[in-house]
């Protein structure tokens, strides 16, 4: 698109299915790697990532021609079937349905990236479920909290 220029940053947080303990410190860096590659041939930029056992958090910054819903639909599908196919964990890998998606800007982006990357100390005060509700709630995100979480069965 000529003649357009744009400054979109997202911060993604979605779930293992059933928020269990399933990404191991063993194989992260691998899979963050893998996540970053699927992002970068979707033709956007990763800025940070990182998570917990039970989930994670990326910060894109996303080009207009590309859907939000779409994109984390490629790297879920596609980080799944990565795992599945090293046999990283017995049984079948999954993330969670959904995912929350918060804009940032420009200023925002050292906060948020110092937040992403100091997961493993916030998540010391807050667990996954209290850190996702307050995320809802400063952005002001109305929710069903009978379909916000699946447990595991």
């Not at 599945?84 to 017995?90: F, G, L, Y």
Request: hydrophobic letters at 35%.
């Amino acid at each position: 698109m000529a003649n357009t220029y744009t400054q979109i940053y997202i911060h993604y947080v979605f779930a293992v299915k059933g928020r269990q303990n399933l990404i191991s410190k063993k194989w992260k860096d691998e899979l963050y790697k893998y996540i970053t590659g699927i992002v970068t041939n979707e033709g956007q930029k990763l800025i940070a990532i990182n998570g917990m056992p039970d989930h994670l958090h990326i910060l894109l910054g996303i080009k207009p021609n590309k859907n939000i819903s779409d994109l984390i639909r490629d790297i879920k599908t596609n980080s799944s079937r990565f795992i599945n196919t090293r046999n990283w964990i017995a049984g079948k890998f999954e993330w969670q349905k959904g995912f929350g998606a918060f804009s940032c800007g420009h200023s925002q982006l050292d906060t948020v990236i110092h937040y992403i990357q100091e997961q493993e100390s916030h998540h010391k005060k807050l667990n996954f479920r209290e850190e996702y509700l307050k995320f809802l709630n400063t952005y002001n995100i109305e929710y069903n909290s009978d379909y916000l979480f699946e447990e595991i069965e």
